[in-house]
C-alpha cells in the first residue's frame, strides 16, 4: 500500500482502481500518503494513522442457505405464536371491558337512587364479585399466553 493514497470514502485504491485497503480515522486523514508499514503519514512522514489492508482483514462467514432457512421459519413461528397471543389479549380486553362496564353501571345506578333506598351491602359485594371475576379472566389469559411462549422470549419482542 506504499505511495498509494486513501480517497473520500476512506478505501485505499491501487493503480488499477482495485480496493487494497480501508481506513479507520476517515475524517482527517483524506489525502494522505500511506508508507510501506501501512501507516498514513503527514509531509513530513509523521505517523498520523494507519491504515488496514484487505488482507488482515478477517472475512465474515456468509450464512449458509440453511441457516437463513431455519431463520426464517423461525421468525414465521414466531409471527405465528405472536398473533395467537394477540388474539387471546383481545379477547381477554374484551371480557375484561364487560366486566366494567357492569360494574360501572352499577355504581352509576347506584348514583341515582336515593340514599334511604340503596343497599351499599349489596353494592359492594357486586363490585367485589366483578372485581374477582376480572382478576379470574386476567389469570386465564396470562395462563394462556404463558402456554404460548414459556421463556417470554415472543413477549420481549413486542
Known amino acids: 500500500m506504499s505511495g498509494l493514497k ?3 470514502e476512506g478505501e485505499v485504491r491501487g493503480a488499477d482502481g482495485n480496493l487494497v485497503g480501508t481506513l479507520t480515522s476517515l475524517a482527517t486523514l483524506v489525502g ?4 510501506d508499514n501501512g501507516y498514513v503519514v503527514d509531509n513530513d ?22 441457516q437463513e432457512q431455519k431463520a426464517a421459519a423461525k421468525a414465521e413461528s414466531d409471527c405465528q405464536l405472536a398473533e395467537k397471543m394477540i388474539s387471546i389479549l383481545s379477547q381477554t ?5 364487560r366486566v366494567c362496564r357492569q360494574s360501572e353501571e352499577a355504581c352509576e345506578k347506584a348514583g341515582h337512587t336515593h340514599k334511604e333506598e340503596l343497599d351499599e351491602e349489596k353494592l359492594v359485594q357486586a363490585s367485589g364479585r ?12 396470562n395462563g394462556a399466553t404463558r402456554a404460548l411462549d414459556p421463556d417470554g422470549r415472543i413477549a420481549a419482542t413486542a
Open 130 to 141: 366483578s372485581s374477582k371475576k376480572a382478576g379470574r379472566i386476567l389469570q386465564e389469559c
Open 6 to 8: 486513501i480517497n473520500k
Open 45 to 66: 512522514g509523521n505517523k498520523i494513522g494507519e491504515c488496514t489492508s484487505l488482507e488482515n482483514i478477517p472475512e465474515s462467514e456468509p450464512e449458509s442457505e440453511e
Open 93 to 97: 380486553l374484551d371480557r375484561v371491558k
Open 32 to 35: 494522505k500518503t500511506i508508507d
